[in-house]
């Protein structure tokens, strides 16, 4: 079983940035892949970053490619999603989320994890 408690949205200007957090429990974090998703109202949830075990191999969303920057810490368990130049679209609540194994296939695709956090809200302002 997996833990996973997000941290480090709020409210904030457009062109402003803020850094998520993930703190993970309960398994051997540097052990599995990780990644972030988000969900505007009234959208479906969607991808926005993931990240390998080793953090060697990272992948983006098209729409946030050149702003938004995934990285972990697995001496902390802890996997950060560093966001500059923030519009008004990326306004959505936040999530990261694991697999049930160490990877996935398609780390873009939401029903490759099992475990989910409970989100956090990121609201940015134009």
């Known amino acids: 079983q997996v833990q996973l408690v997000e941290s480090g949205g709020g409210l904030v200007q457009a062109g402003g940035s803020l850094r998520l957090s993930c703190a993970a429990s309960?398994?051997?974090?540097?052990?599995?892949?990780m990644g972030w998703f988000r969900q505007a109202p009234g959208k479906e949830r969607e991808f926005v970053a993931a990240?390998?075990?080793?953090?060697?191999?990272?992948y983006y969303a098209d729409s946030v490619k050149g702003r938004f920057t995934i990285s972990r810490d697995n001496a902390k368990n802890t996997v950060y999603l560093q966001m500059n130049s923030l519009k008004h679209e990326d306004t959505a609540v936040y999530y990261c989320?694991?697999?049930?194994?160490?990877?996935?296939?398609?780390?873009?695709?939401?029903?490759?994890?099992?475990?989910w956090g409970q989100g956090t809200q990121v609201t940015v302002s134009s």
């Open positions: 990240i390998t075990w080793s953090g060697g191999n990272t």
């Open positions: 989320a694991a697999p049930g194994g160490s990877s996935w296939y398609n780390p873009q695709d939401l029903y490759e994890y099992d475990y």
């Open positions: 309960g398994r051997t974090f540097s052990s599995y892949a």
